[in-house]
């Protein structure tokens, strides 16, 4: 009787995490949706809410995002920079990788007006990101590694900027525009190289099956 028990038991936790994990996955495809589109303090709820019930959540395949850069990108595009920089504080303490997350600290500390460490920060994620995207396309190239930044759009502003950042003087404005795209496209990106590689091995698919 005490064996069914904590079956039955262990059975209910695993369908409410379940349940927990679908609706934070929900929550962050919706706060994607929202931040994409320019719809910033619906994407601050969504990711806030998600954050609340999985703080340890990450989105992602190829490239993974925790919840709290999600969290801390939202705070900036709505102009909560003192929470911006400590949320994304916070992800970065977690995963000192997330180059998203630094580029967009740098952003926060730039616009709050500490810009020697905000272009720190700045060139640090940028860099982090193009040596990602030299990484995928060149370990992954015969998988779906082809499929990200295929016309090197977004390496080619980060050499940009990097070469501009090396100057004496340079743009501040421009800089933290081309910041922001840089975010932003690289979140596009990720979409668009799933899309392009279900594409590919549907094509791969009614190839094999037209053969005799």
């Known amino acids: 009787m005490k064996s069914n028990t904590l079956a039955a038991l262990f059975s209910l936790l695993v369908t409410l995490s379940a349940c927990t994990s679908l609706h934070v996955g929900s929550e962050v495809a919706a706060g994607r949706h929202a931040l994409l589109t320019g719809n910033n303090e619906a994407a601050l709820g969504y990711f806030q809410s998600a954050a ?30 003192p929470q911006a920089r400590q949320t994304l504080e916070k992800a970065l303490s977690a995963n000192k990788d997330e180059d998203i997350g630094r580029l967009y600290l740098g952003l926060t500390l ?23 995207l030299e990484w995928v396309t060149e370990a992954h190239r015969f998988s779906f590694g082809q499929f990200w930044d295929p016309a090197r759009e977004i390496r080619t502003k980060i050499q940009g900027d990097l070469t501009m950042i090396s100057g004496r003087e340079f743009d501040w404005q421009k800089l933290l525009t081309d910041g922001e ?28 099956s037209s053969q005799p």
């Open 52 to 81: 609340q019930k999985d703080p340890e959540y990450k989105y992602g395949t190829a490239l993974k995002q925790g919840i709290w850069t999600y969290v801390g990108r939202s705070e900036y595009a709505t102009g909560k920079l």
């Open 110 to 132: 730039a616009r709050s007006g500490d810009r020697q460490t905000g272009l720190k920060e700045i060139e640090g994620g940028m860099r982090g990101i193009n040596d990602w």
């Open 181 to 208: 795209w840089i975010a932003i496209r690289m979140e596009e990106e990720g979409d668009l190289a799933r899309r392009d590689e279900s594409r590919d091995r549907a094509r791969d698919s009614e190839g094999k």
